[in-house]
């Protein structure tokens, strides 16, 4: 990959100590960045992206609807808006993110997608929905950009008008199967959603282990449900030594597993999971150091919530700004609408720079033409066309890196420094030498 150090053709990634970029050294950078934007409503009309009005961006994400919600992310993108706007806006401009309650429904995410295009928005900045193929046809249309959406959704990863800042559930559920080979596991099953988001996983977590010859076992699980005792079972097995258990549920689904987990009392079997299933929240209810997340394993996309590259983010969640919501800066959602936002300002301050306008056109051309963008949680992106994932399937998924954690003392923290990049397993190629 261009602007990485290192590549997935030279470096082994079973070989980690060899195949890992740096996270503290972004923490000075961070610590420098701005923070951004401004802050409206749902709903009501929108000045259009011209160069004296003001700026229009949409975040959404459901809320109201149990174990999808992430109000975490709209409500961060308004604490971002009044935050920016109290310093005098975005080079000098004031920036109205609209957010927009997606209800967890393909009609919900219609809706949303419509009235981005209705406000004239320059982009739609770190949302979440399952429903892709129904959203980004719309922004296609109307020519807005998706800059950091979730990654829930195929057309999140194949769209031209997406930039997705992480590698979604395919970088996740691939890197955790790596992460898992290296703990040693022999036999690993995969706890996931009955949803057709769910069957894509499969395929990921497969290439991960076919090179160590691992066994995969598929759990289906519901949504949403108060007793996972059937599916802790099946996923447990016989209990014998090397079996592993890996969740990509959401964050409450996986907390009611855990517990049947708990009652179930296995010896053998270790926990491990995808940021989302679990996260610092999730390990302080299940019990934290004495609950069943104690040691397990789990990849992420960023540095754990409590280094210190979260500052900025930790300020405005602190502020006036989030006007008393509750925001929690674990979430791994939360954390993609922050990157998200910071994507957005450098581009923005670059065009403004150059004297040119920001508007959803200029913002796509400078996206398209390669410029590397650092926000310093992240390796540096590149959504220009050289540097796009060799899949017909998800070309868009350009960042291939994650980081391993581990639940230690109760807190969730790095398992080893820097990224991981797990390239080889999103293009179904051979491990590297």
């Known amino acids: 990959m261009t602007g990485r150090k290192g590549s997935s053709q030279t470096q082994n990634p079973i070989a980690t100590r060899r195949h890992r970029r740096p996270i503290a050294a972004a923490a000075t950078a961070v610590a420098l960045l701005p923070t951004l934007f401004s802050a409206s409503a749902c709903g009501g009309p929108a000045d259009a992206a011209t160069s004296a009005g003001d700026l229009t961006v949409m975040t959404w994400a459901p809320s109201g609807t149990g174990s999808a919600d992430r109000p975490g992310m709209t409500a961060l993108a308004d604490a971002i808006g009044r935050d920016v706007n109290t310093k005098g806006g975005l080079n000098g401009r004031k920036l109205r993110v609209l957010t927009c309650n997606e209800h967890n429904t393909a009609d919900g995410a219609t809706a949303c997608a419509q009235q981005a295009v209705s406000a004239q928005a320059v982009a739609v900045i770190g949302s979440y929905s399952q429903y892709g193929d ?3 046809p719309i922004l296609e249309r109307a020519g807005i ?7 829930l959704s195929q057309p999140e ?9 992480a590698g979604g559930m395919p970088a996740l559920i691939g890197g955790s199967g790596r992460q898992l080979v ?11 959603p009955d949803t057709p988001a769910g069957d894509n996983l499969l395929g990921y977590l497969a290439n991960a282990l076919k090179p160590a010859g691992i066994k995969l076992l598929d759990v289906k699980a519901p949504e949403q449900s108060s007793d996972y005792t059937p599916v802790a079972r099946k996923a447990i097995g016989k209990d014998e030594a090397g079996n592993c258990l890996t969740s990509a549920l959401g964050a409450e689904p996986t907390g009611n597993l855990l517990d049947s987990y708990r009652r179930l009392g296995p010896r053998n079997t270790r926990i491990a999971s995808v940021i989302g299933s679990v996260q610092q ?3 302080d209810s299940t019990g934290g150091d004495s609950g069943p ?3 397990a394993y789990v990849t992420g996309w960023y540095p754990p919530e409590s280094a210190k590259t979260w500052d900025s983010l930790r300020a405005v969640v602190r502020s006036d700004a989030a006007d008393g919501r509750s925001i929690d800066v674990s979430d791994p959602g939360v954390q993609t609408t922050w990157v998200a936002y910071e994507v957005f300002r450098q581009v923005a301050d670059r065009l403004n720079a150059a004297g040119r306008p920001v508007s959803s ?13 650092d926000v310093g949680l ?5 959504w220009g066309t050289t540097n796009m994932l060799p899949s017909t399937e998800s070309p868009r998924l350009v960042n291939t890196w994650v980081t391993y954690q581990v639940v230690k003392g109760g807190r969730m923290t790095l398992q080893q420094p820097g990224f991981v990049d797990v390239r080889w397993v999103l293009t179904g190629s051979r491990p590297p030498a």
Do not use: H, W
């Open 134 to 136: 129904r959203f980004m």
């Open 145 to 151: 950009p998706l800059i950091g959406g979730y990654g």
């Open 157 to 165: 990863f194949s769209s031209p008008l997406s930039y997705p800042v």
């Open 182 to 192: 290296e703990a040693g596991c022999k036999a690993v099953s995969l706890v996931r």
């Open 281 to 283: 929240s999730v390990v």
């Open 293 to 295: 997340l104690a040691g």
């Open 361 to 373: 056109k200029t913002v796509t051309g400078l996206l398209d033409s390669g410029e590397q963008v």
């Open 378 to 382: 992240t390796p540096p992106l590149n």
